[in-house]
């Protein structure tokens, strides 16, 4: 069974980090581009990064660069997303999604075809 798990959420202090993972089981994630959304209470969801197949090519929105890095280990079938610096802006549930294509092209304006549940990020102090 196909299956996406995001997990590393938490209550975090603003200018702190967290690091996501994105775990996958039922496919060989190596074969696909994986992309990082998040949603925030109110908000529309909204990309936030993306790692192609290989993770020879990473894409950030603007409102991460700098601060956030996508990396993967495809040995484990895994994803993860490091952010740091993080503001309370970045309160939202974080979901990593499975691309039907190997590159990140145009990542925001694309559809995934497997979505994860979801972690929750809360940053407050």
């Known amino acids: 069974q196909l299956q996406l798990v995001e997990s590393g959420g938490g209550l975090v202090q603003p200018g702190g980090s967290l690091r996501l993972s994105c775990a996958a089981s039922?496919?060989?994630?190596?074969?696909?581009?994986i992309g990082w959304f998040r949603q925030a209470p109110g908000k529309e969801r909204e990309g936030v990064s993306c790692?192609?197949?290989?993770?020879?090519?990473?894409k950030y929105a603007d409102s991460v660069k700098g601060r956030f890095t996508v990396s993967r280990d495809n040995a484990k079938n895994t994803v993860y997303l490091q952010m740091n610096s993080l503001k309370p802006e970045g309160t939202a549930i974080y979901y990593c999604?499975?691309?039907?294509?190997?590159?990140?092209?145009?990542?925001?304006?694309?559809?995934?075809?497997?979505w994860g549940r979801g972690t929750q990020v809360t940053v407050s102090s």
């Open positions: 999604a499975r691309y039907a294509l190997s590159y990140c092209s145009g990542y925001n304006h694309r559809q995934p075809d497997y």
């Open positions: 039922g496919f060989t994630l190596g074969n696909n581009a």
């Open positions: 790692i192609s197949s290989g993770g020879g090519t990473t």
